[in-house]
């Protein structure tokens, strides 16, 4: 070895000339010849206690708060899986309803607010989930100075609000301005003003994700704006996009509030959006609950949460499947 | 196919802060013209003059005259997007389309600008694809995603898909400064390939790449953080590197800069 310590305080980088045919300077390699730096090489191989110790605590606190987490939810789940599974494991249970079924009596079914929720839910998405990603668009793509500001705050409030006012603010609508009777699309209404809000800001994060690159690769294509953002920006984004409508709509089928006050309990099929009140699982859960005391109400009302549960399950499986399929490819 | 560029007084502003000053040049059809200077000079900012894609950043501005030809690109008729079509572009670090297999990569441009034909779109692609060196090592896969291939491959991709639509200028910013040196060599032989079609204008930090691809050199520089950045002399490569009109060239190319 024939390097130096000279060799070693050489600025280097900055002193390799670049004429023409030339290749630039070597790096100079990192042998610790002086005592200086050989002092720093040991002390970084010695052991740290104070930061293993550390390490440990930061380990055990994380631990901590998973099993914190975990356990009321598998407490949950185990909860109504086991008080829920013998009625949903009935035939009935997903072709018949509620008709003539007193509280006393056990068993019925509960296709009837199953196909409710199902039905509000999906005319809750039909028009909230359009809304929502053209917002996120807005405000993500165009939206610059007051304007965009002003519908970022509007879309801040929107989140903040209760679900019980949005459903007072569509019966305020509906029923006292307009005098239409309650029915189930003024319950989709109601959700609406809640998926807006959760959507339009998980979309908005999908489609900052995407990076900037992208879109100026396909600008530098002489690819009009809208055309890059229909065919390079929202695929990139897509599986995100489905990721947060999925979780808005599995939110807005667990509500509550806005069904009893604009779409209350019936036991009967009703599927027509327009016309009645709709039966819910929500709603059908509240309904056995003020007979709990009796086991054929309990079961039932264990029953339609369990359902839910696989409901939201299922939309979120769904979700993740039409996600990978079009997914990023890896 | 290659057209002439010529710039007049060019000031380029992003917002208040004047960002370059006062360019004058010309850049010479079939020939490769590289730019080179401190970073934070300009000299990326002023290429993307050439395009109008520094539109895309908020409050980016020009004054002055860009001419392709006997065009005026910032002509008030003149379309931002028509612009991208005739002049090309390739970026720092490879960009595929993340959702696009190598052959939808490389038919990008054409299918988002409407070409529908499954067969003009194949030779188109081919074409490309030989055009950017890359034919022989994806003709098996051209339906695998695109950000699967190794970086200087998908650089090539980026390139094969920035001719597919057939501009008349490529613009390169930097294209090989995020590749291996056997990438980056690959690289070159293409841009030396392609100016016998092409306008290159190459941004490159890279000296000796500068002086390998390139016909002509523009050296860019600054006085200070905040100043304009200015155009200090463009002349053939061999002079610039062996013997420049100005100081602050020989500066900088020597290493005695700042």
Same mark, same amino acid.
């Given at each position: 070895?024939?390097?130096?310590?000279?060799?070693?305080?050489?600025?280097?980088?900055?002193?390799?000339?670049?004429?023409?045919?030339?290749?630039?300077?070597?790096?100079?390699?990192?042998?610790?010849?002086?005592?200086?730096? *050989?002092?720093?090489?040991?002390?970084?191989? *010695?052991?740290?206690?104070?930061?293993?110790?550390?390490?440990?605590?930061?380990?055990?606190?994380?631990?901590?708060?998973?099993?914190?987490?975990?356990?009321?939810?598998?407490?949950?789940?185990?909860?109504?899986?086991? +008080?829920?599974?013998?009625?949903?494991?009935?035939?009935?249970?997903?072709?018949? +309803?509620?008709? +003539?079924?007193?509280?006393?009596?056990?068993?019925?079914?509960?296709?009837?607010?199953?196909?409710?929720?199902?039905?509000?839910? &999906?005319?809750?998405? /039909?028009?909230?989930?359009?809304? /929502?990603?053209?917002?996120?668009?807005?405000?993500?793509?165009?939206?610059?100075?007051?304007?965009?500001?002003?519908?970022?705050?509007?879309?801040?409030?929107?989140?903040?609000?209760?679900?019980?006012?949005?459903?007072?603010?569509?019966?305020?609508?509906?029923?006292?301005?307009?005098?239409?009777?309650?029915? &189930?699309?003024?319950?989709?209404?109601?959700?609406?003003?809640?998926?807006?809000?959760?959507?339009?800001?998980?979309?908005?994060?999908?489609?900052?994700?995407?990076?900037?690159?992208? *879109?100026?690769?396909?600008?530098?294509?002489?690819?009009?704006?809208?055309?890059?953002?229909?065919?390079?920006?929202?695929?990139?984004?897509?599986?995100?996009?489905?990721?947060?409508?999925?979780?808005?709509?599995?939110?807005?089928?667990?509500?509550?509030?806005?069904?009893?006050?604009?779409?209350?309990?019936?036991?009967?099929?009703?599927?027509?959006?327009?016309?009645?009140?709709?039966?819910?699982?929500?709603?059908?859960?509240?309904?056995?609950?003020?007979?709990?005391?009796?086991?054929?109400?309990?079961?039932?009302?264990?029953?339609? /949460?369990?359902?839910?549960?696989?409901?939201?399950?299922?939309?979120?499986?769904? &979700?993740?499947?039409?996600?990978?399929?079009?997914?990023?490819?890896? | 196919?290659?057209?002439?560029?010529?710039?007049?007084?060019?000031?380029?502003? %992003?917002?208040?802060?004047?960002?370059?000053?006062?360019?004058?040049?010309?850049?010479?059809?079939?020939?490769?013209?590289?730019?080179?200077?401190?970073?934070?000079?300009?000299?990326?900012?002023?290429?993307?003059?050439?395009?109008?894609?520094?539109?895309?950043? !908020?409050?980016?501005?020009?004054?002055?005259?860009?001419?392709?030809? @006997?065009?005026?690109?910032?002509?008030?008729?003149? @379309?931002?997007?028509?612009?991208?079509?005739?002049?090309?572009?390739?970026?720092?670090?490879?960009?595929?389309?993340?959702?696009?297999?190598?052959?939808?990569?490389?038919?990008?441009?054409?299918?988002?600008?409407?070409?529908?034909?499954?067969?003009?779109?194949?030779?188109?692609?081919?074409?490309?694809?030989?055009?950017?060196?890359?034919?022989?090592?994806?003709? @098996?896969?051209?339906?695998? !995603?695109?950000?699967?291939?190794?970086?200087?491959?998908?650089?090539?991709?980026?390139?094969?898909?920035?001719?597919?639509?057939? !501009?008349?200028?490529?613009?390169?910013?930097?294209?090989?400064?995020?590749?291996?040196?056997?990438?980056?060599?690959?690289?070159?032989?293409?841009?030396?390939?392609?100016?016998?079609?092409?306008?290159?204008?190459?941004?490159?930090?890279?000296?000796?790449?500068?002086?390998?691809?390139?016909?002509?050199?523009?050296?860019?520089?600054?006085?200070?953080?905040?100043?304009?950045?200015?155009?200090?002399?463009?002349?053939?490569?061999?002079?610039?590197?062996?013997?420049?009109?100005?100081?602050?060239?020989? @500066? %900088?190319?020597?290493?005695?800069?700042?």
């Amino acid at each position: 070895m024939t390097m130096t310590a000279h060799d070693e305080t050489r600025p280097g980088g900055t002193g390799s000339g670049a004429r023409l045919g030339t290749t630039g300077g070597t790096g100079t390699s990192t042998t610790p010849t002086d005592p200086g730096r *050989r002092d720093l090489i040991e002390s970084m191989d *010695r052991p740290h206690r104070g930061r293993a110790i550390k390490d440990h605590v930061a380990r055990i606190v994380m631990w901590g708060s998973f099993v914190l987490a975990v356990v009321p939810l598998v407490w949950i789940l185990w909860t109504v899986a086991s +008080n829920g599974f013998h009625m949903i494991t009935t035939s009935l249970w997903w072709t018949g +309803n509620q008709r +003539n079924i007193n509280t006393t009596d056990a068993g019925g079914g509960a296709r009837h607010a199953i196909e409710g929720t199902l039905i509000q839910a &999906g005319a809750t998405a /039909a028009i909230a989930v359009p809304i /929502a990603i053209l917002t996120a668009i807005y405000l993500v793509e165009y939206g610059r100075g007051r304007l965009a500001r002003v519908i970022s705050f509007m879309v801040d409030i929107l989140s903040g609000v209760p679900s019980i006012v949005a459903a007072l603010f569509i019966y305020a609508v509906w029923v006292t301005t307009f005098g239409i009777d309650r029915n &189930g699309f003024a319950v989709s209404l109601s959700l609406v003003l809640l998926m807006i809000p959760t959507v339009t800001r998980s979309t908005e994060e999908m489609l900052k994700l995407v990076p900037n690159e992208l *879109r100026e690769a396909s600008y530098a294509l002489g690819v009009p704006k809208w055309v890059t953002i229909v065919r390079v920006v929202l695929p990139t984004a897509f599986s995100g996009i489905v990721t947060g409508v999925l979780l808005g709509l599995a939110r807005v089928m667990g509500e509550t509030a806005p069904l009893l006050i604009l779409g209350p309990y019936t036991k009967n099929f009703q599927r027509d959006l327009f016309n009645g009140n709709m039966p819910t699982l929500p709603t059908m859960i509240n309904e056995d609950r003020s007979d709990f005391a009796l086991s054929t109400a309990a079961e039932r009302m264990w029953g339609a /949460a369990l359902t839910l549960i696989i409901l939201v399950l299922l939309l979120n499986l769904a &979700g993740r499947f039409i996600a990978r399929r079009s997914a990023v490819a890896k | 196919m290659a057209k002439r560029i010529d710039v007049s007084d060019l000031n380029v502003y %992003y917002g208040d802060f004047k960002a370059v000053e006062g360019v004058s040049m010309t850049v010479e059809p079939r020939s490769v013209t590289a730019f080179i200077g401190p970073s934070g000079c300009g000299k990326s900012t002023f290429l993307r003059t050439l395009n109008r894609m520094h539109e895309v950043t !908020p409050g980016g501005r020009v004054e002055g005259k860009v001419m392709l030809d @006997d065009q005026d690109l910032y002509a008030p008729s003149m @379309d931002p997007v028509h612009v991208r079509r005739t002049v090309g572009m390739v970026f720092q670090r490879p960009n595929p389309f993340p959702t696009m297999s190598i052959f939808d990569n490389v038919a990008a441009g054409l299918r988002l600008n409407g070409v529908k034909s499954r067969s003009t779109l194949e030779g188109i692609v081919e074409k490309s694809l030989r055009g950017a060196n890359l034919w022989n090592e994806v003709k @098996d896969r051209l339906n695998k !995603p695109g950000a699967g291939l190794s970086g200087g491959q998908q650089q090539r991709l980026c390139i094969a898909r920035a001719i597919a639509v057939q !501009p008349q200028v490529l613009l390169m910013d930097e294209p090989c400064s995020a590749l291996d040196p056997i990438s980056t060599l690959a690289i070159e032989e293409l841009i030396i390939r392609l100016k016998s079609e092409y306008t290159i204008v190459i941004v490159t930090h890279n000296m000796q790449q500068a002086a390998r691809v390139s016909d002509r050199t523009a050296f860019f520089n600054i006085k200070a953080t905040g100043e304009p950045g200015r155009l200090i002399e463009l002349d053939d490569t061999a002079k610039i590197f062996n013997n420049p009109s100005m100081k602050a060239t020989e @500066d %900088y190319i020597s290493g005695r800069f700042g």
